[in-house]
């Protein structure tokens, strides 16, 4: 139980911070540990975005592809599981790529 209140935690932490950067999340999880977002506000491909995201800012974000054929190449998943100053620091990345993204 204490496991499943720190992800409720963790996504009620990384929600609002996401979607306040411009990230569509239509789904909010129950029991899962990762967020599906839509990233076409950015324009670009999942995969172009998540590799400038690991190359420019040191942040792992997956491509959709991975995980299902529905708007694949527009979406991307936030696994929230490391702890909260991690995530707070990646938000932070994020923000920070997404000044310098050509989508």
Do not use: K
């Not at 996504?11 to 411009?22: I, Q, S, T």
């Not at 999880?29 to 999942?46: M, N």
Request: hydrophobic share 45%; net charge neutral; charged share 25%.
């Amino acid at each position: 139980e204490a496991r499943r209140a720190e992800f409720a935690r963790r996504r009620d932490f990384l929600l609002p911070a996401l979607r306040e950067l411009g990230f569509n999340i239509a789904v909010v999880p129950e029991g899962a540990f990762y967020l599906y977002a839509d990233i076409s506000a950015f324009g670009g491909d999942a995969f172009a975005f998540c590799r400038h995201m690991l190359e420019t800012q040191f942040v792992a974000i997956t491509p959709g592809l991975d995980f299902g054929r529905h708007q694949a190449g527009h979406h991307v998943r936030f696994a929230y599981t490391q702890d909260l100053p991690r995530l707070e620091q990646a938000v932070e990345r994020i923000a920070r790529g997404l000044q310098s993204w050509q989508g």
